[in-house]
């Protein structure tokens, strides 16, 4: 009985490890497959922490943190205008399955610290197909499998829409986060491999044309070229070969050259100086603006920005209203409030101050404010994704969410520990 009871452990334990490797192809698919992959996973876990008295996973000072930030959400939707629809949003309703997904990912990397190596290597056969496919687009203007390109971004395997960018960016960061965690810096052709993905994440990116996330992928490789004290020679000499590529396209190709354009053009018409933004997004946060002066504390509901933009005190012109205001901060100021917004402010002030910890410990010798060299590319990860200087997707939607609470259940590793728990 002892034996068949582990090998349904183990079965179940193998199955959840499974999906989690099936959702980097599966996010190419669309936000549906992926979302019903992290539901399972999470329900799963419900079901094995309450069977093993996983307590500690819930009572901990993130755990508490997340809960008392989705009351806000709950509690805005409630107050709002249109509290069914915001209520009966699944993307908003059920905000919480992301946390359990990620609390299920901190526990499988505890029981089996392989699903490391087997997520990146799933995350990295993923963005070579795209990245192959995607650069037949960039320079014929058609895809291996007949999608036609747009004016100046790519599609490749999206089809309909240009997030291929913001899809290679953050599995590249996370696919080079998690392989330096699972085999550090002490391998010299592993380290060339893995600085060999981030640079090749880099210059194809840019070949998409999205130039937030082209954002995020270059603060995510400045950051860690700065504040990672090993192998800085090697990853310096990457940059640089990403630089000249880099250059090399803006010079070669009329895409290339009509974004770079663009967005000089646009920066030059900015008005809001700190965010690197197009003036039809600064149309967008301008009608958030609107929406927090009425509804300081609480927001106007939980993703009710598609529902209310079109409002007359809220409508800065025919361009300020669609889905989502493109950009978190502003998403949860004027559908959430202050109280909302206090919360995401303090996730993010917590990672600026970690790694600013950890810089001033580089800079004094100081042992204790640094954090693990294999450790850190997940807080530089999870700060580019949460970065309020470039626009983003929705806040409540799987699709942008996924990758972010990837790397959030593997960062919880570092913070929520058990030495009962059963490594079998």
Known sequence: MVILNNSIKLDIQ?????????????????????????????????????????????????????????????????????PKVSLLDRESLFYFRFYIFSLALCYLSQINKDIFKYLSFSLLLTIIIISIDGSVEYFTGTSLFGVKTGDT???????????????????????????????????????????SILALGEVFTFMTGERAAFGMIAAFSIIGFILISQRRIERFGFIILSIILIFSLINLEDRSQRRYAQTINELTEKKFPLILASPIHEEHYRSSLLMFYDNPFFGIGSNLFRHMCDRKNYEISERSCTTHPHHYYFQILGENGIFGLFFLFIFLFFLIYSL??????????????????????????????????WPTGNFYHSWTNIPLFIGLGFFLNFYIKDEKLDKE
Not at 73 to 80: P, R, T, V
Request: with cysteine.
């Open 356 to 389: 600013s910890r950890h810089f001033f410990g580089l800079i004094f010798s100081n042992q204790k404010w640094k954090i693990n060299d294999r450790s850190l590319l997940l807080y530089i990860f999870l700060f580019s994704m949460i970065c309020p200087i």
């Open 14 to 82: 193998n199955f959840l490890i499974f999906l989690v490797i099936l959702l980097p192809p599966a996010l190419v698919s669309g936000p549906a497959i992926p979302d019903i992959i992290i539901s399972l996973i999470g329900l799963c876990f419900i079901y094995i922490s309450f069977k093993k008295k996983l307590i500690h996973y819930y009572i901990n000072k993130f755990s508490i943190f997340f809960f008392c930030f989705y009351s806000i959400i709950l509690l805005s939707a409630f107050l709002s205008d249109l």
């Open 153 to 195: 971004r790519l599609l490749s395997l999206f089809i309909d829409e240009p997030i291929v960018g913001r899809y290679i960016a953050s599995a590249t960061m996370l696919c080079v986060a998690l392989l330096i965690y699972y085999y550090g810096y002490e391998n010299n052709r592993i380290i060339l491999f893995i600085f």
